[in-house]
């Protein structure tokens, strides 16, 4: 009850507007999220063990980066979840060979326990649950950690901590943006290890 009252209170002294038009209401806005140019494709992906790779947008597009930098980084914009993962909901709709992933398990791109600590939440997560709810499909969260807080490079910095969870899984690996492909691939390289029959990965945007 107390949460609910603080988020009203938050919402009359810091009401939602749109991070494009400025209207208020919500931090993107129909009108604006309709200007977007959503993808309805996906092409394979291009690193070692991750099996395919589907994105609704382009990085390069400064509502979504703008979007992303104010979900992930301060003032940390945490509903900016919900928004985002719309944009990955409305890529799916779009495609032309519309993907089943009913067989699937959803896994979000881990945080380091400092950094989660430092953010409050992990982003990846966020689309995580907003995918599960869209997709019907379970959600697992402690099975992979990152177990290196790495700035630079990120070899070797995921493990599987139950093996048994994994093997055998087709699993859908979330993320916010794709632009190297550094992480996504060390968590595939891991979960592959651990046994995943198959990996797919699936972000917000793509660099």
């Not at 009913?102 to 600590?117: D, G, N, Q, Y």
Request: glycine fraction near 6%.
């Amino acid at each position: 009850m107390w949460i609910k009252i603080k988020n009203l209170i938050f919402d009359i002294l810091f009401p939602k507007t749109c991070f494009s038009c400025k209207r208020e209401g919500d931090y993107l806005c129909q009108d604006c999220q309709a200007l977007l140019n959503i993808s309805g494709f996906h092409r394979p992906s291009p690193i070692q063990n991750l099996d395919d790779l589907y994105w609704a947008c382009d990085y390069k597009n400064h509502l979504i980066g703008k979007l992303i930098r104010n979900f992930k980084y301060e003032p940390f914009v945490r509903e900016l979840g919900k928004n985002l993962c719309s944009l990955i909901v409305a890529h799916l709709q779009l495609a032309d060979n519309k993907p089943d992933f009913s067989e699937f398990t959803l896994i979000p791109v881990p945080l380091h326990r400092k950094r989660l600590k430092w953010r409050g939440f992990n982003q990846a997560e966020e689309l995580a649950k907003g995918l599960t709810d869209f997709l019907k499909i379970p959600l697992l969260l402690t099975d992979l950690n990152r177990v290196k807080e790495t700035k630079e490079g990120v070899e070797n910095a995921f493990i599987c901590q139950n093996l048994e969870t994994i093997k055998g899984k087709k699993i859908l690996l979330v993320d916010d943006f794709y632009l190297t492909g550094a992480t996504m691939a060390e968590c595939a390289k891991a979960l592959r290890k651990a046994g995943a029959e198959k990996i797919i990965g699936i972000v917000v945007a793509r660099g």
